[in-house]
């Protein structure tokens, strides 16, 4: 329905017609409503108006001069009624005939009871019953208790909109916040109902905000998150957007098509326009970040797993190389899983302390030197199988379970291997040391503790830093290291050649030893390139007066090379994968009788040291 009143500008549509805040009727030639709209109903206390006679509603007072009224505007006279009553506090009342022809001739009446600004003002301190000079046109039931019950009532309600909207909002950007974009989420599921799958979730994380901020001030980060705040507002098929965290945003979306490809497409249209280039202050900023999406109804059935799955995607777009968009499919869903079971498995093998040390041989390649150990952490568990290090490692590293690993593995390995290490048969331990527990102050403290506890000398022990590890934190990595320094303990670059490659580490560290990765010397028997590079590290070396490991040496043709080449000593396959601790005794065994037998790759019982 649409109701015309004809002023020659106003079409109202019934749900407009509905929701006017003034009180809005229309009354037939008898004076009968035949539409009215919610505020006329709440006004007058009714459930329903149409079929009542719009004079029976009215103070009797009023009832001839609305009569009137009526009457001239049903000849074609605008009509505007204005009473005051209640100390001022003013009704108006606008009738205006609608319909041309004689049997429909309509009236529709448009009337309000002050504003709630005005009659706030009206309503303070007035008593409660009607000024002498209150004119008649009241609505029946109007009283000063229920004006002021409901400007209180509207107050309230306004605040409360009000508030919401605060609580709702991220204020430096004008965009939801975590808390608004979960009310959006609310609202947009339970709507979508679990079949609808066009609706999706898009996280956005910046690359390098920090950095911006760092660089030209926190005045041009702020300008550059409101400027993406308007980018994400901007696109139409956007429902609800929402920055979530300092540099992170999320867009709620709807795609016309149920199709993935769709979604990746729609969450790349995003995704690029936010990192369009942006102008602050005659800089032109080019932001890169990545993004991670989830369909609902495709790949999530309910909100929180809608939020997981772009999460998880979002995490796989920035491991794989950032600066892309990444859809949550089933392979992501195998490898959360597989995350999840790790994480609880790595807690009870650690609570349990089911992993074990293996220990791969070091091999001297001058008779000088004594063989040494490094330990490497294996851990097999019952549903899971062997689990590869590296991913152990780094479940460990994410859940903080890194030094209680460490330090387990540490225990055992000294317990293990202390009568080795008495009888002379293992010169040096070394163990493999992580980032994230070198910032831990305790954990230096706690490992020196233990190989004590064990009984082993501490002059044996080695640590393993990878060199591109320490950067993030140096100064914090150097004051652990000066303590380990302290206590004897040595210090070897593992993985040498892959990271930095930088000369602060070696200037900067007390750097015993560098261990040279396995990538460079897999081409040093056949690939000239290769050879510079480690022919330059053992240049290094000799500069710091550090030894060197030639590291993952798997043919005798690269035992040699590096042994020419003057690596103090070679570990790989060639000569021992890491081994088990009754493993690793037959190795010795078999090692020493080779040594009297006069073979190669002989270790003597000396110190590590070079000195
Ligand atoms: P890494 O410190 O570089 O250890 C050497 C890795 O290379 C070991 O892998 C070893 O088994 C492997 N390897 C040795 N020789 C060869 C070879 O000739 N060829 C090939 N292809 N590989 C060889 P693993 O045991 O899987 O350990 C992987 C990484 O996990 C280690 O790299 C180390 O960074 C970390 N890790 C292992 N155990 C521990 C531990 O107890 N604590 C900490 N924090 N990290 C550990
Ligand atoms: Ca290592
Ligand atoms: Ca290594």
Redesign the pocket.
């Known amino acids: 329905m649409v109701v015309c009143v004809k002023t020659g500008r106003i079409q109202l549509s019934e749900q407009h017609f509905k929701s006017i805040n003034s009180e809005l009727f229309v009354v037939d030639r008898q004076g009968k409503i035949l539409f009215a709209n919610s505020a006329f109903c709440t006004r007058l206390g009714l459930h329903r108006a149409a079929g009542r006679r719009f004079l029976d509603l009215l103070e009797r007072s009023g009832r001839m001069r609305a009569r009137r009224s009526l009457e001239d505007a049903l000849k074609g006279e605008d009509q505007i009624e204005e009473y005051t009553f209640f100390n001022g506090a003013v009704s108006v009342m606008k009738l205006i005939r609608i319909g041309s022809d004689e049997t429909t001739d309509l009236v529709a009446g448009l009337s309000f009871v002050s504003s709630p600004a005005v009659h706030a003002k009206a309503v303070e301190g007035a008593q409660d019953t009607p000024s002498p000079d209150a004119a008649a046109l009241v609505y029946k039931g109007l009283s000063l208790e229920r004006l002021r019950l409901e400007h209180r009532l509207r107050r309230a309600q306004l605040k409360h909109k009000e508030a919401l909207k605060a609580s709702n909002t991220d204020h430096p950007t004008g965009l939801k916040n975590r808390a608004g974009l979960d009310r959006d989420l609310q609202k947009e599921v339970v709507q979508a109902g679990a079949e609808c799958a066009n609706l999706f979730l898009v996280y956005i994380d910046l690359d390098d905000f920090k950095f911006i901020n760092d660089t030209y001030g926190h005045h041009v980060g702020d300008r550059l998150l409101r400027a993406i705040g308007r980018r994400l507002r901007a696109p139409g098929n956007v429902v609800s957007a929402a920055r979530v965290g300092g540099d992170e945003f999320a867009v709620l979306a709807r795609s016309e098509e149920k199709d993935p490809e769709a979604f990746t497409e729609l969450a790349r249209q995003v995704w690029s326009r936010v990192f369009d280039a942006i102008r602050i202050d005659g800089l032109s900023l080019n932001l890169t970040g990545s993004a991670g999406v989830s369909a609902f109804g495709a790949d999530a059935f309910d909100l929180e797993t809608l939020k997981r799955n772009a999460d998880a995607a979002l995490i796989e777009a920035k491991r794989s190389g950032k600066n892309q968009v990444r859809l949550f499919d089933a392979a992501l869903e195998q490898k959360r899983a597989r995350r999840k079971a790790l994480e609880q498995g790595l807690r009870h093998a650690v609570s349990k302390e089911t992993l074990e040390p293996f220990y791969?041989p070091i091999v001297p390649g001058k008779s000088d030197l004594g063989i040494g150990v490094?330990?490497?952490?294996r851990w097999q568990d019952e549903h899971l199988g062997d689990v590869?290090?590296?991913e152990f490692?780094r479940v460990a590293t994410d859940c903080g379970l890194?030094s209680d690993l460490?330090l387990l593995?540490a225990r055992k390995a000294c317990r293990e291997l202390k009568p080795l290490v008495e009888s002379g048969q293992v010169s040096f331990v070394t163990f493999?040391?992580?980032p994230m527990v070198l910032s831990r102050d305790d954990h230096v403290d706690r490992f020196i503790e233990a190989v004590r506890c064990c009984g082993l000398s501490l002059e044996n022990i080695c640590i393993?830093i990878t060199e591109s590890d320490i950067f993030p934190d140096f100064e914090q990595a150097k004051a652990t290291i000066a303590t380990l320094k302290r206590a004897g303990i040595k210090l070897a670059l593992?993985?040498y050649g892959t990271g930095y490659s930088n000369l602060r580490a070696l200037l900067d560290l007390p750097v015993d030893g560098i261990k040279i990765d396995?990538s460079l010397m897999t081409g040093v028997a056949n690939d000239e390139r290769a050879m510079r590079v480690v022919r330059s590290i053992i240049h290094l070396a000799r500069v710091c007066n550090a030894w060197l490991v030639a590291?993952?040496?798997?043919t005798a043709a690269q035992v040699a090379v590096a042994q020419a080449m003057g690596c103090h000593y070679v570990?790989?396959?060639?000569l021992s994968k890491?081994l088990a601790f009754a493993d690793l005794e037959t190795w010795l065994v078999r090692q020493a009788e080779s040594q009297k037998k006069g073979e190669p790759s002989q270790g003597s019982k000396q110190a590590i040291s070079l000195a």
């Open positions: 791969q490094e330990v490497l952490a590869p290090p590296d490692i890194l460490d593995v493999n040391v992580s393993e593992d993985d396995r590291e993952g040496v798997e570990q790989g396959y060639a890491p």
